[in-house]
């Protein structure tokens, strides 16, 4: 293994709409895509952040939370918005999924006041977790849910931003093959020693 290089991913993008009390949304953003004929590059994640913009329309006092997951693929959708379908859906956040790469949540305070609504991280530590011995190889993804307790919000009101420190390694080819199998499917055992 050769580490190549580093590179910052640093972005946010429009949630969309929120709904309220509870209901259960998502959205999910590209923000990285390789395309080349060198399939010996792949990329280990060595730092995640995931935030809300705090100064926006927050639907009233109450909590909201983000909960995120990068993945090296595309999430199978939800197949309505109901909740038990929405739950079904983020059974796909957990870790034994082998798409997701890192992982994390935040839970946050809504304010409401009389000079503009503003939010913040609750009572306890954001955390971003990362699985060390997987690999991105073409595609990461960030799938986020957001939950509120307050009043829907409108599209527009709420943006995910994220700061992703990466390291470029370069693999043989026959390991590049393994972690693009892996990234695409749920069933491939890569627990092994870095």
Not at 27 to 33: E, G, Q, R, T, Y
Not at 142 to 147: D, S
């Amino acid at each position: 293994m050769i580490i190549m290089s580093k590179r910052t991913l640093v972005g946010s993008f429009d949630y969309g709409s929120v709904t309220a009390t509870g209901g259960k949304t998502k959205a999910d953003h590209v923000i990285f895509a390789y395309e080349g004929r060198d399939q010996t590059k792949s990329w280990r994640i060595e730092e995640i952040q995931c935030w809300l913009n705090p100064i926006a329309v927050t639907g009233g006092d109450g909590r909201a939370i983000l909960n995120y997951c990068l993945s090296t693929d595309f999430l199978d959708e939800p197949t309505s918005g109901s909740g038990g379908a929405m739950q079904v859906y983020a059974q796909q956040y957990n870790a034994s999924d082998n798409r997701g790469i890192a992982w994390g949540f935040v839970d946050y305070q809504n304010r409401t006041s009389t000079g503009g609504d503003f939010r913040v991280p609750f009572a306890n530590i954001p955390f971003g977790m990362i699985a060390n011995g997987r690999r991105a190889i073409n595609y990461l993804i960030l799938n986020a849910m957001i939950v509120t307790e307050n009043s829907a919000l409108a599209a527009g009101d709420t943006q995910v931003n994220y700061r992703i420190v990466m390291s470029e390694i370069k693999i043989d080819p026959t390991e590049s093959i393994l972690h693009q199998v892996r990234g695409m499917a749920q069933d491939v055992d890569t627990n092994r020693p870095n």
